[in-house]
């Protein structure tokens, strides 16, 4: 059974930093890609960031792009979300995803982390 637990979100000031996981289990980790995806009250999911399973190539939405860091680490079955220089817009659940195409990786989902930028 795949499971996808997200972990690392929170409240954090305007500015500030948090690094979220997910740790995979139940797939052969390395060999699909991952993705977080966030929503927002009222809005639709939509991709935050996107990475192979070898870890190149990765795809970022433009409202992240040189804020955020997505990496894999296949030793752990885990995948991060480096988010740096919040903003209150940031405000969602994230939600991580593992799949089998490169570009839109959902075949699996986990339950999602809420994350909170205050301003």
């Known amino acids: 059974q795949v499971q996808l637990v997200e972990s690392g979100g929170g409240l954090v000031p305007a500015g500030g930093s948090l690094r979220l996981a997910c740790a995979a289990s139940?797939?052969?980790?390395?060999?699909?890609?991952m993705g977080w995806y966030r929503q927002a009250p009222g809005k639709e999911r939509d991709m935050v960031a996107t990475?192979?399973?070898?870890?190149?190539?990765?795809s970022y939405a433009d409202s992240v792009k040189g804020r955020f860091t997505i990496s894999r680490d296949n030793a752990k079955n885990t995948v991060y979300l480096q988010m740096n220089s919040l903003k209150p817009e940031d405000t969602a659940v994230y939600y991580c995803?593992?799949?089998?195409?490169?570009?839109?990786?959902?075949?699996?989902w986990g339950q999602g982390t809420q994350v909170t930028v205050s301003s």
């Open positions: 995803a593992a799949g089998y195409s490169v570009t839109k990786p959902t075949n699996y």
């Open positions: 139940g797939l052969t980790f390395r060999l699909l890609a």
């Open positions: 990475i192979s399973g070898g870890g190149i190539p990765t």
